[in-house]
């Protein structure tokens, strides 16, 4: 069995750590920042092996190259971004086997965040970095709103079990606008008393399962009737299409952060 645990870095980012059992060899996954993970080396002992990155973002790759310089370890990344560090670039549909852990991913090619962000798919778990959130969804920043609809939907489609393991804390604020767009969902508002709480006790948020998301996340929730008509008053027009009903649910979101 895969063991998977998670450091703070920044404010509200996630590293995650990937084992077979209490064995020391580590997979990294987004590794911003180079300090919490030595202090891990240091204090539990892991012993880095390989490096997953979702995408370019200085967040998710500054320790990337301090790293490497320290364990020497290979660097797998996005085929179509800019990433001085990776020596094992990645495009849809490749497979990364990392025999220290024993472990398999399918790589989803799912821009929309950035121009070329991957997400790992393998053993139930989905690492999606900025993809998709707890509640939520990444901003577009390099990527249309079809192409995010569109990579969502790639998401959506795979197993409910799968854990999502997406790379910021975010989840408060993500369910406190999910409310706002379906103040219907009741499910949704206590899952968001059920996320102040653990935040209150220190507790992290993610990871969350899809099946979850489906029942909660607007971005996911596209085909929605009563998420169709509030998309619909925001816009104040008729809304055709997902895509339509994303990107506006999406912007909605971004008028109010």
Known sequence: MLTVTSLDAFEDNYIWLIRRGDDPATVLVDPGDADPVMEAVARDGIRPVAILLTHHHGDHTGGVGELVERFR??????VHERIPACDHPLGDGNRVTLAEIDATFEVLELPGHTRGHLAYYG????????????????????????QMHASLARIAALPPQTAI????????????????????????????????????????????????????????????????????????HRLTTGAEVFATVRHWKDTLD
């Open 165 to 236: 393991h997406c790379a910021h804390e975010y989840t408060l604020a993500n369910l406190a606008f999910a409310q706002v767009a379906e103040p219907g969902n009741r499910e949704t508002a206590e899952r968001l008393e059920a996320a102040r709480a653990a935040r209150a006790a220190g507790r992290p948020t993610v990871p969350s399962t899809l099946e979850l998301e489906l029942r909660t996340n607007p971005f996911l929730r596209s085909a929605d009737p009563d998420l169709i008509a509030a998309a619909e008053r925001f816009a104040g």
């Open 73 to 78: 370890v290979p660097v797998y990344g996005p």
């Open 123 to 146: 053993h139930d778990r989905l690492f999606c970095g900025d993809t998709l959130f707890t509640g939520g969804c990444g901003r577009l920043f390099e990527g249309s709103a079809e």
